[in-house]
């Protein structure tokens, strides 16, 4: 009995010893590597110090070189905490109330009393107030940055300097320990809230965004600002320089002895956008005659976007160096959303979606085909009608395509997507780019809806399309898409077939000349070589023509005296319970020799003829103003916000007259029967007053509202 007693307490006495021994090796290995450079620092001596300066952002430049995010130099006072109280403390061992002991887990260390807020008040603050630079700051903010960082990252206290305030700084600055002074960068978008969605906006860095080795390479360090959305999300990586690192010999008082050695923070890329900064002014200004709106401009011959204008819009300024919570709480809750891109955002097109059908068509040779309008369609319980027998119970008789596109009958293109078939109708537009994302460098793009397609089929198994499903499709209903989208397949109709993927990125450049990105054109696909002829797109483009520039078509209001433009109108259903459409027209022009394609989305808006003309008219006519040596005026843009209000009319802008009177006729976007409709946008959106009101003349619809004076539209 007595040796395995014995050994029981033999056992527990080793344990108790190499418990000991552990415990013994981890504080040592705690203070000689771990807080080895904490200790350091603390015997009396000179030293060094390394400070991690971030890279300056790249540039962000429109095509013709403007800047639209660029970098102004800002001089900065920040505090190093954990210098300015270890100074304090060596000036102050005798104050009472700096230092205490207590036990924690068994030793005893001693805890810091003495708050560092009135460290700073007491040792640095009355110093700034002798030279007149003292100002206010949050007590509350710095004494957390301590907690959170310690000596690590800097506290910015004053980053607002004048040059002579830069100057009476530098005099005293080797007299305040842990007080720092040096010039940055600042991101600045000079044009305000010109291509805001384009842009996007940046975030502060975190204490997350710290590397693990940061603390052991560097005594301060500073991170570089987060690119939050738009160019300055996707291109974030590209646009951040090459950091840079200053060692700097300090003597045991903190006062700074020297410079041992700056390797200096370098640029990143210059990237060139294709954006046209005064296209892009002329599509904002324009769209802020209605509420919430969308517009893109396109050259057809390269696919370069030279206007993506979305309102409302919002100040990428206000998030330098942050934004006030305020401020961001009053974007969030205007419920017309002025984060959103609706560029790149999906909406119900409606009868611009007629014009992918007849492609659609003519890869099947269809484009030569003639059909019948009847009033309407039916399919089983459901009716697909066209807005001449919804206005005035009539037809249109036997069309052909040009006909059919000028007076955008619902029954032709219905006719020609069901004799095709469905697996067509999907090919064709995937083809043409819609139900995936065009690949042009925002986040968020969305891909659209195409019924039948892979995407719709992984999410409706076992379901196939019906003809009725084909009808809606043909002309836009239960289907999405997006301006960007719409703009790029009118692109592929003006230039003759050449489906170009969508370029927002021009060029970017590194600052050693390296091109990272190529200025070079991508063609997706070229019709003539997947079955249309070039005679069936011109029947197409005839059509478009005919929509704005003969009687009878439903895009006159877009039409100029001086130069004739190709357009589709489309006024999609979005609530039946509603009653709520979105406008929309797709244009382009000049029609002999095209070279600018046009998208312009209104939501809520009653009419594509009435809303969406007058807007696509000024935008065309600003284009070719421009081409004829004129100088678009390009300024600071301010916020926008919106409103929510129904959009029945928008009157010619700048007052220029209509050339002869227009026929009041058109789709409305409530054709269809017996339909379940996608939700689009959110309808439970804050109302918002608008900053400027839109014009209106809710007195005649070419498009939308039925005009019960109005009188049947006569066969050409």
Not at 153 to 180: C, H, I, K, Q, W
Not at 239 to 254: A, D, F, I, S, T
Not at 327 to 334: H, K, P, V
Request: glycine residues 10%; aromatic residues 8%; contains cysteine.
């Amino acid at each position: 009995m007595t040796e395995p007693r014995f050994r029981f307490r033999l056992y527990v006495l080793t344990s108790c010893v190499m418990v000991g021994f552990g415990a013994l090796l981890s504080r040592l290995h705690d203070f000689q590597i771990n807080r080895r450079e904490e200790f350091l620092k603390q015997v009396p001596g000179n030293r060094t110090v390394t400070i991690r300066e971030p890279g300056i952002r790249g540039e962000i430049i429109d095509r013709n070189g403007i800047a639209l995010a660029t970098n102004t130099r800002e001089y900065e006072v920040s505090f190093n905490l954990q210098e300015i109280y270890a100074a304090y403390r060596r000036q102050h061992l005798d104050d009472p109330k700096l230092d205490r002991l207590t036990t924690e887990g068994g030793m005893m260390r001693k805890r810091t009393e003495k708050d560092i807020v009135s460290v700073v008040n007491q040792f640095i603050i009355p110093r700034l107030v002798e030279k007149k630079l003292a100002k206010n700051y949050n007590a509350g903010a710095l004494r957390a940055h301590f907690l959170t960082h310690g000596g690590l990252v800097p506290f910015s206290y004053r980053a607002d300097l004048t040059y002579d305030e830069f100057a009476r700084f530098a005099e005293m600055n080797l007299e305040l320990p842990g007080v720092y002074l040096d010039s940055k960068p600042e991101r600045v978008y000079p044009y305000g809230t010109l291509a805001s969605h384009v842009l996007g906006y940046l975030k502060q860095w975190e204490k997350g965004d710290i590397p693990e080795d940061a603390r052991r390479r560097f005594d301060h360090y500073i991170g570089e600002d987060k690119g939050q959305a738009g160019i300055e999300s996707t291109m974030d990586q590209i646009l951040r320089g090459p950091e840079g690192e200053k060692k700097m010999l300090k003597n045991e008082k903190g006062g700074i002895m020297g410079l041992l050695g700056y390797t200096r923070p370098a640029a990143g890329a210059k990237i060139e956008l294709t954006l046209d900064a005064r296209v892009q002014y002329l599509a904002e200004t324009t769209l802020r005659h209605v509420g919430r709106a969308a517009c893109v401009v396109m050259e057809v011959d390269t696919g370069e976007v030279l206007a993506m204008a979305s309102v409302p819009d919002y100040n990428p300024n206000l998030f330098i160096p942050s934004i006030e919570p305020k401020q961001f709480n009053a974007y969030n809750t205007n419920r017309s959303h002025p984060f959103n891109n609706r560029c790149i955002s999906a909406y119900t097109p409606g009868s611009t979606f007629k014009i992918g059908t007849a492609l659609s068509g003519a890869v099947k040779g269809m484009a030569t085909r003639v059909f019948s309008c009847d009033g309407y369609v039916a399919y089983g319980n459901a009716k697909v009608g066209c807005w001449i027998w919804n206005q005035h119970k009539g037809n249109h008789g036997s069309e052909t395509l040009p006909i059919a596109i000028k007076q955008s009958c619902n029954p032709y293109f219905n006719k020609v997507a069901n004799t095709i078939g469905a697996k067509a109708m999907v090919d064709g537009f995937t083809m043409l780019g819609f139900g995936k994302p065009t690949g042009v460098p925002l986040p968020g793009e969305s891909p659209g809806v195409i019924l039948g397609n892979r995407a719709w089929r992984a999410s409706h198994a076992g379901r196939s399309l019906t003809p009725h499903d084909i009808a809606l499709f043909s002309i836009g209903q239960s289907v999405t898409a997006t301006p960007l989208q719409l703009c790029a397949m009118v692109s592929t109709v003006a230039n003759g077939g050449k489906y170009y993927q969508p370029r927002l990125v021009k060029k970017a450049t590194a600052v050693d000349g390296t091109v990272l990105i190529p200025d070079k054109p991508k063609l997706e696909v070229d019709l003539l070589k997947e079955g249309v002829k070039d005679s069936d797109l011109e029947l197409i483009r005839q059509g478009m023509r005919m929509a704005v520039n003969e009687p009878g078509g439903t895009a006159g209001r877009a039409k100029l005296p001086d130069i004739q433009i190709a357009a589709k109108t489309g006024t999609a259903q979005v609530s039946l319970a509603l009653k709520t459409h979105n406008s929309w027209m797709i244009a382009f022009a000049p029609f002999e020799k095209p070279k600018y394609a046009i998208c312009v989305l209104v939501e809520d808006g009653k009419s594509g003829g009435k809303v969406c003309g007058p807007l696509v008219q000024h935008i065309i006519r600003g284009l070719i103003a421009r081409d004829n040596g004129m100088k678009l005026t390009l300024q600071p843009q301010t916020e926008y916000g919106g409103h929510r209000d129904p959009i029945e009319e928008v009157a010619p802008l700048e007052n220029l007259p209509a050339t002869e009177p227009i026929a009041d006729a058109g789709e409305t976007g409530d054709e269809v029967e017996s339909t379940t409709l996608p939700p689009i946008s959110p309808e439970t959106e804050n109302d918002k007053p608008p900053v400027a009101a839109p014009t209106l003349t809710p007195e005649v619809d070419d498009e939308g509202t039925v005009i019960p004076r109005a009188k049947p539209v006569e066969n050409p």
